[in-house]
């Protein structure tokens, strides 16, 4: 979507135009549909003239002909991807440090972006998941509210905030299923494609974890155990799949099996570069192979990339796992 010689990562109103002509061909044709649609009120070349300026103004606010624009054909294809990218838990964004990606959600967080739902929803999201990664809930859920005013006609979305409502709940009321879940399962039958995999996984884990924490070990097991497992899968959900099982067969006193599950969990999201899902995993390993040399190392690695990415969660995780408290 870049104009020739542009950073794509800088969103500007010429970037954003550019997207627009590279979709319906030239300016001009983009000026004609705007025309038609508002009854051809103005016509072409002054609708044209007028987009031409808007390309100056950089990240400015985008007035009236900004808000046509976006009214008319909200972000081009790319930009839309960029921000979903940015506010799905269980993309690689996550794997990026966290002052680094607060950089990027502030860089991304002007117009022409921030002038449209879309930019605003997904915005959102991806602060909540850093006020998580950074420890700071009640951020998250400031942030949270916010995404829930803008998430009513994208069903990914509505998973992404019912998950991360779920999430906070579960620090308060941890055997508890959250109510924030209860209309997941039907708007995960309307996505397809690796994000449903991978929102699908997330759920299960959601729903998993008041389950063990209620006792209820068998059924979160058999919950894991149905997801899909094949080589199509996202590795994301494999590995969420994996360490799921890997819980299980811990709290049954199986080890062997726990270990192996906990190495794969491991491997899937090293062959992803999901680094921070391997963190997660290689404390599970920490857990089921307490007092082992494999348990030291899989802890020296897990805490090597909570530091890398400066990330505070992940980095309590490790200090509850050398105490071996872990949740």
Not at 147 to 158: F, I, M, R, V
Not at 241 to 268: P, Q, S, V
């Amino acid at each position: 979507m870049a104009a020739r010689g542009q950073n794509s990562g800088q969103p500007t109103w010429a970037v954003y135009l550019d997207g627009l002509v590279e979709e319906h061909g030239s300016l001009a044709a983009v000026s004609e549909r705007m025309a038609a649609l508002h009854g051809w009120r103005e016509d072409v070349d002054s609708i044209t003239r007028a987009l031409r300026r808007l390309r100056q103004r950089g990240s400015l606010p985008g007035g009236k002909w900004g808000d046509r624009l976006l009214r008319t054909f909200g972000l081009p294809a790319s930009v839309d991807a960029r921000l979903r990218f940015m506010g799905s838990y269980h993309s690689r964004f996550v794997d990026l440090p966290v002052p680094l990606c607060t950089d990027l959600v502030q860089l991304w967080d002007r117009p022409p972006t921030s002038e449209s739902r879309a930019g605003r929803l997904w915005l959102s999201l991806a602060r909540a998941t850093l006020a998580l990664r950074a420890r700071q809930p009640d951020e998250a859920a400031t942030h949270l509210q916010t995404a829930k005013l803008l998430a009513a006609d994208d069903p990914a979305a509505q998973v992404e905030l019912a998950l991360g409502e779920s999430l906070l709940d579960s620090r308060t009321r941890p055997t508890a299923v959250s109510s924030a879940l209860a209309h997941v399962p039907e708007l995960l039958h309307s996505l397809t494609g690796p994000d449903a995999d991978c929102l699908r996984a997330r759920y299960v884990g959601q729903v998993s974890h008041a389950l063990n924490h209620a006792g209820d070990i068998d059924r979160a097991e058999a919950l894991h155990a149905a997801l899909p497992d094949d080589p199509g899968t996202h590795p994301f959900a494999r590995s969420r799949r994996a360490n799921g099982l890997a819980y299980a067969r811990f709290r049954h006193g199986d080890m062997a099996a726990a270990l192996e599950h906990a190495r794969l969990a491991a491997r899937h999201a090293g062959d992803a570069g999901h680094v921070r899902l391997r963190a997660m995993a290689l404390l599970m390993v920490v857990r089921v192979a307490a007092g082992t040399p494999e348990a030291a190392d899989a802890l020296a690695r897990a805490r090597a990339i909570g530091q890398a990415l400066a990330d505070a969660t992940l980095l309590s995780r490790c200090d509850a796992a050398s105490r071996g408290r872990m949740p």
